[in-house]
């Protein structure tokens, strides 16, 4: 059997569950999402589970072994951002749920019970939050944020119980993290590594931890007609150099992304030197004490850019999240299942935020990344092929295999 062609002809079936065909959009509790989910219960009849829809919006599909037998997990999400591609979240259910129809075809029975949930939000495009599933099975839920109104003033609340879920009960879901044995999230790369690599799988080691830094050179304006190159106290001349800085230093720095995504020049007119300059910088490594002391680095940098300039500098985190490694042990069974089936697998951090950073407050989390053409994703160009999506589930049919009970 082609499990692989199989996973791209449900991606495409699912894809249609879109508000409209340029690329796809689905956001929580609306009709599209109500379709997708009707699509993916099918998937887990398929594969012998049995299914409910949470309180939360999480879709589960359970395969049980023996009464009170521990569990393991495969999440991913359901939604995409406005105008995605049909593999970003979508795919990681695809293939869990192929991976434990394969074990069944296979007549392999697992010593522990299977579930493979589906979040209802990730992308946190439609209300001002995102991991509500995962984070309601961890137990760290907040529930403030159903209060939370999207861009028609419909709140989180209400949208959730239209939908059928039970807002007010999400904080009972909370797992007991004893009978829990561990989490596996599978997921296109959204990156260029692994087809540098000529690889189509890669074990992530970790999901980088984030920071974001409010930057703002302060100099003095004047006519750029009359005030002489010597005498200017250009704010952008020296945000330049700072940007610069940056890429520079952060090049030589293993697993660490630093980006400048944000610049606004002030009075930001054809004829007047900038007299201000704000822009943020966005920091992500691995590891928090390389992220942190870049951070020290860039203000150093600034300081010195500043004084050479003959202009004032300041810097303010206004934003952080820690970095959430990957449980060793799983990462070693995920390594050695793979080698077999893709001996050029690499293992490389996680730039972006996953529902596993959220499932690391319960459990021990492991992730596999997919390849996927040009490194692009969020967008309608998203691909990833049939056959490196089979070599996936192979994988994490061998890797069920290795959990320990």
């Known amino acids: 059997m082609n499990w692989g062609q199989i996973a791209q002809d449900r991606l495409s079936e699912i894809a249609a569950c879109s508000v409209d065909s340029n690329g796809v959009t689905r956001f929580p509790f609306t009709p599209e999402h109500r379709a997708a989910l009707d699509v993916i219960r099918s998937w887990m009849s398929r594969a ?22 521990p569990t393991f997990l495969i999440g991913s999400h359901q939604d995409s951002v406005r105008n995605g591609g049909r593999y970003d979240g979508i795919m990681g259910l695809v293939l869990g749920c192929l991976a434990v129809e394969k074990l069944a075809a296979d007549g392999i029975d697992l010593p522990f019970a299977v579930e493979v949930l589906a979040f209802a939000d990730e992308e946190g495009v439609r209300f ?157 490594a691995l590891q928090d004490v390389t992220r942190t002391s870049f951070a020290e680095t860039a203000k150093t940098m600034g300081g010195s850019i500043a004084t050479n300039r003959n202009v004032e500098f300041s810097i303010k985190r206004t934003y952080a999240q820690p970095a959430v490694p990957c449980n060793v042990t799983l990462v070693e069974k995920l390594q050695t299942a793979v080698t077999p089936i893709c001996p050029t697998a690499p293992s490389l951090p996680s730039g972006a935020t996953h529902d596993a950073s959220a499932m690391a407050d319960l459990c021990p989390i492991s992730m596999l990344f997919v390849r996927c053409k040009d490194g692009v994703s969020h967008k309608p160009e998203e691909y990833a092929t049939s056959d490196d999506m089979g070599l996936a589930i192979h994988t994490i049919g061998e890797f069920l295999k290795a959990v320990e009970v």
């Open 48 to 69: 012998g589970m049995n299914t409910h829809l949470d309180a939360a919006g999480t879709l589960v599909g359970h395969k049980g072994s023996t009464a009170g037998s």
């Open 128 to 284: 001002p939050t995102a991991l509500m599933g995962p984070r309601a099975l961890a137990g760290t839920f907040d529930p403030s944020v159903l209060d939370m109104l999207d861009q028609s003033r419909t709140s989180l609340r209400s949208a959730m119980a239209d939908f059928g879920c039970a807002p007010d009960q999400v904080t009972s879901l909370a797992r007991d993290p004893a009978t829990t044995l561990g989490y596996l999230e599978v997921h296109i790369e959204q990156g260029p590594v692994l087809e540098q690599e000529d690889s189509a799988l890669g074990v992530v080691t970790g999901i980088c931890g984030i920071e974001r830094n409010t930057v703002v050179f302060t100099g003095d304006t004047g006519h750029a007609g009359t005030v002489p190159m010597a005498s200017r106290c250009d704010a952008l001349v020296a945000a330049s150099d700072f940007v610069s800085a940056v890429f520079d230093a952060a090049r030589e720095i293993a697993d660490l992304r630093a980006t400048v995504g944000a610049l606004s020049p002030h009075p930001n007119v054809v004829n007047a030197i900038p007299r201000q300059v704000e822009l943020t910088l966005e920091i992500r």
